[in-house]
């Protein structure tokens, strides 16, 4: 009976890994972050100020902010910004890089360089700065609201679809942002993806991930970190391999429900395979009470129901420290989580991140579907075992596997720490940018023309 416990891809490029201990900074830049808010930067100043730089933010109300300031002030959410606007904020970004000083006598557009975070800053940078990284999150079309779906209206959609000719416009605007750019900065594979079919030369675009926020390192810097997956003086077979499952249901979309089951199905499945050759396995599956009745009436058609577990979503967490591996399935149990919503705010935890990541935070064995999520996570797969998406018999194959060798859990999990120190630590994630600011700084514009290297701006087909 089932139980509730109460108890291959395309590699994105990006920066080499650096290892904090020998990295060291090309120059102190002076690199202004022209963004909707500050809650939007922190992470990545933060992580520049450590390795030496000297970050300021600049914000739509012309506020510079130094390092000082980014902690002392609310960490306020950017507003939705109206394409019927957005030209307007262009202006006000044009008046705030030109008439703001950073320091005496500087203006922010005279900076070593400019670090824009939303569109209209971008545009006012491409048009006015020498030195310009754009950061490229999410395509302005799919960000920003038109007037008419803003307002509540009841004719919102078919006016909004009478409007597609303005974001057809915004999104070729955007485009002219990421061909001028000295560099496109992603943070996941997809959006590098879409940046080179807007036109971007792919050696302008550098994938850089959100550092970890302090509290997760001093996490992984204690003892607790790295538990061994085998309890000494105790065989497999007498202590039983438990497998962990945390996005099987919660994280699939609520308005497809399907979405649940497949994955129900997909992992079951291959459950009873790798069961009969390892019969001390458990599956422990974070399910919501709809997830587990499908999770019972399909495990028990599989006669896995007494070895098959549903726990409730505060029981994650415990779950993570407790398993000897954590399974994490393809892209449509990770596209609704992201990565690092509050990066850099006190509130930062392991809960906060994609299932994967914190398989590695916790010093789990990770076994992951091989996806481009998971290829932002890990491009080589340094510090997990990837299974085939979608495969039932490898996934099974190398669940068995892993139960059979506790050495190589062990490995996996100290190798993924080290994977995530050198790739994701403040320290790491500065130097990254530094190499970026390198590239930029070396081409910025000195005869009032931008250099574009690659692709030419090419005309962009948007489809609604």
Known sequence: MLQSLQAEG???FSPAPVKPEIATLSRPWRAIHACDSVHQVLSAVE???MVGMRPYVLTPQGECLKQSCFRSRRLEAPKP???????????KWRRNLMETEVERGIAAANADLVHAHCFAAGMAAVRNCPA????FCQAIENTAPTHAGSQGNSRSHSQSKDLSWLARSFAVAEQFVLTRAGAVVVHAGTMREDALKRGCAPENVFQ??????????????????LVPSKVPGKTDDQEGIVFFAPD???????????????????LLQAFALWRQEIVSARLLVTATAACAAALLEKATALGIADFVFAIPADECERMFAESHVVIALGETSQSSAPENPVAGSSAVGPHNFPSALRAMIAGRALLAADSPCHRDLSPHGRGLLWFRNGDVRDLASRAAFLAR?????????ATARSHLLETRSPE?????YDAVYQRVFARRKTDGTTPVAGIPLQPLLVCF
């Open 248 to 266: 099987v249901c919660l994280q699939a979309d609520p308005a497809a429900p399907q979405q649940a089951i497949n994955n129900i199905e997909f």
């Open 47 to 49: 992580a520049q100020a």
């Open 81 to 91: 910004v109206l394409l019927l606007n957005a030209w307007g904020e262009v202006r």
């Open 208 to 225: 850089i991930p959100e550092p970890l926020s302090p509290e997760v390192l001093d996490f992984m810097a204690g003892p607790e970190s």
């Open 405 to 413: 060798n506790p050495d190589l859990r062990d490995a996996l999990a």
């Open 132 to 135: 310009v990284v754009y950061d």
């Open 10 to 12: 395309a590699h994105a």
């Open 428 to 432: 790491a994630v500065g130097c990254q």
